[in-house]
């Protein structure tokens, strides 16, 4: 499904299932969820084993992905990438670094967030443009928008190492002709760093009960 999001030197890989192979796991890796609960435990080997088969398609031999500050996936040198999961989804995308500068994927279940999130991460903005309600059940706009703002975070906080809050990032979406379930959508932001765009271009879709969203950003030629 996350491929539909992205360009062809974006490698990806996905699964419904959850659990990975057993033994999956480097130790390195093992040692970071070893006090976790087993559904943590089985999410992480699962996104990992996305994550590898992303790398066999670039080339690149099986590796660990550690994390850093605020969970960042740490890839291999002269790789970017993302990760996520959520109940019945598990997604890695990875491409080079001569290529892409930074990849941000997310995906959540289509369904209504809990009550008092909606407002915690939008700006009025945003409130004002999105038909929340409306359309039944085939688009929950309000986890369109957490998700949309998930992938803008994985984007800008690898390269700049700084916090981005939800009412930083005012989201537009716009929806393909053709379709209601997908489209593009347009994120412009408050805060600026060197060297980072004011904005970001993504794409988003709907499918099998899930909320998809992506963000490549292309790295910059040299002069």
Do not use: Q
């Amino acid at each position: 499904m996350i491929e539909r999001l992205l360009p062809a030197h974006v490698a990806c890989a996905d699964t419904h299932e959850a659990d990975a192979p057993a033994g999956s796991l480097y130790p390195e890796e093992a040692r970071l969820v070893a006090a976790s609960v087993d559904r943590r435990r089985h999410e992480f080997a699962a996104v990992r084993a996305c994550a590898r088969r992303a790398m066999a398609v670039l080339g690149l031999p099986p590796a660990p992905v550690l994390t850093g500050h605020r969970g960042m996936p740490l890839w291999p040198d002269g790789t970017v990438g993302s990760m996520t999961h959520c109940e019945g989804y598990r997604a890695a995308a990875l491409a080079r670094a001569s290529e892409v500068r930074a990849v941000g994927i997310d995906a959540e279940p289509n369904a209504p967030l809990p009550p008092g999130v909606w407002e915690a991460i939008s700006v009025p903005s945003e409130r004002d443009r999105l038909p929340l309600g409306e359309g039944g059940t085939a688009i929950h706009w309000d986890r369109l928008l957490f998700s949309a703002k998930e992938s803008v975070f994985k984007t800008w906080f690898p390269l700049t190492r700084i916090e981005l809050d939800f009412d930083e990032a005012d989201i537009r979406f716009h929806t393909r002709p053709g379709t209601a379930t997908e489209g593009t959508f347009v994120a412009s932001l408050a805060l600026t760093a060197p060297g980072m765009p004011r904005s970001y271009e993504g794409k988003w879709l709907i499918d099998d009960g899930f909320v998809v969203t992506a963000i490549v950003l292309p790295e910059v030629p040299s002069a």
